[in-house]
């Protein structure tokens, strides 16, 4: 007979984990795993698409103002303008310098502003300007009226308009009948040059008080009535600017549309829709920053902005609007005392009507 030898307790077998609960929690790593790798390829897949239309959206608008600008410039030089159409060939060909239209344009304005001549002030003497600047009028009176016509004429043919015009207004101050035509006509052209050339550089409102001086005298050229226009849209827009980005930027779409070279207006509108966009969206109020980021982003284009473009889109695609209730009548409010008429109603003591007072016997 054999022994039999008991199963000691470490040979006894243990029950083991089914193989499906062992991988169970393997399959649940590995679907996140997956579920993961989706969301960030969408999200990525997100960002390359709105960058692209992005893109596509600003090469689009880009030509289209390039191609207004040429239309403009064609029926400034149609009309004569030729300094108009040089100004805006010039913004058009630094964008694009292979544009073979805005060569022609630019060689045709060049022709033409060659070929007209320069208007001669009306006087009696041919003068020959000096090299060297001249002085300005010495204050007091004038003691020989056609000195100082002289004078005066030298300043206005080497456009010294700084100097000519307080001597001009002088002029004609102590002398008002003495050649009054000539001196109008020197005035106005003083006033008219001098307010396009600050309304070009920095002194843009001096400028437009120039202008409306010259309107006064006779009517302006298309050119000066232009420069007015843009002048006007660019004082508005730049008296809210970093302070009411809103009313900024409307003022700066109207410049940028019809002179983007002025005043470097179309940069100005872009700072100012990127900034209303920014204080929306601190305001969590994604719609709205999203639409003024995407018009900014036709201006042009930064990392930062599409960042933020894109964050703005999906906060936008994620907000749920709360529905509001229809007004169907009275909306009944519950939690309160009932009212009811177990008072006597008030009588104002201003309105109360006096009884009359019985006779003691």
Request: charged residues 15%; aromatic residues 10%; negative net charge.
């Amino acid at each position: 007979m054999s022994d039999v030898v008991p199963p000691s307790p470490n040979n006894v077998d243990q029950p083991s984990m089914p193989p499906q609960k062992k991988r169970r929690p393997v399959r649940i790593l590995g679907l996140l795993l997956i579920i993961f790798s989706v969301l960030v390829g969408w999200f990525l897949l997100v960002a390359f698409l709105g960058w692209q239309s992005g893109q596509q959206a600003l090469v689009d608008k880009q030509e289209e103002q390039l191609s207004r600008q040429l239309t403009l410039a064609q029926e400034n030089i149609d009309q004569a303008n030729y300094e108009l159409a040089l100004t805006r060939l010039e913004w058009v060909l630094g964008r694009a310098p292979d544009s073979a239209q805005a060569r022609q344009l630019h060689d045709q304005a060049l022709a033409g502003l060659g070929a007209t001549p320069e208007p001669t002030p009306v006087t009696a003497v041919t003068v020959t300007p000096p090299a060297t600047r001249l002085p300005t009028a010495t204050p007091g009176s004038i003691g020989s009226p056609n000195e100082e016509l002289l004078r005066i004429q030298r300043l206005v043919a080497t456009k010294f308009w700084e100097e000519a015009l307080p001597a001009l207004v002088a002029f004609q101050q102590q002398f008002p009948s003495y050649e009054r035509e000539e001196t109008d006509q020197m005035l106005y052209d003083a006033y008219l040059n001098y307010g396009l050339d600050l309304v070009r550089g920095e002194e843009v409102e001096l400028g437009m008080y120039y202008l409306a001086q010259a309107q006064r005298l006779g009517d302006l050229p298309q050119t000066a009535k232009d420069y007015q226009t843009w002048a006007r849209l660019y004082t508005q827009g730049i008296s809210f600017y970093g302070v009411n980005w809103d009313a900024s930027a409307y003022y700066f779409r109207d410049l940028c549309l019809a002179a983007p070279f002025y005043q470097s207006s179309c940069e100005r509108l872009f700072t100012a829709l990127v900034s209303l966009g920014d204080q929306y969206a601190f305001a969590q109020d994604w719609c709205p920053a999203q639409a003024l980021y995407q018009e900014a982003s036709q201006l042009q284009t930064t990392g930062e902005l599409s960042t933020k473009r894109t964050q703005a889109q999906e906060n936008c695609l994620l907000a749920t609007p709360t529905p509001a209730e229809p007004i169907t009548g009275t909306v009944p409010i519950t939690g309160t005392e009932p009212i009811t008429d177990t008072a006597a109603p008030f009588v104002s003591p201003s309105f109360a009507v006096p009884t009359a007072t019985p006779d003691e016997p």
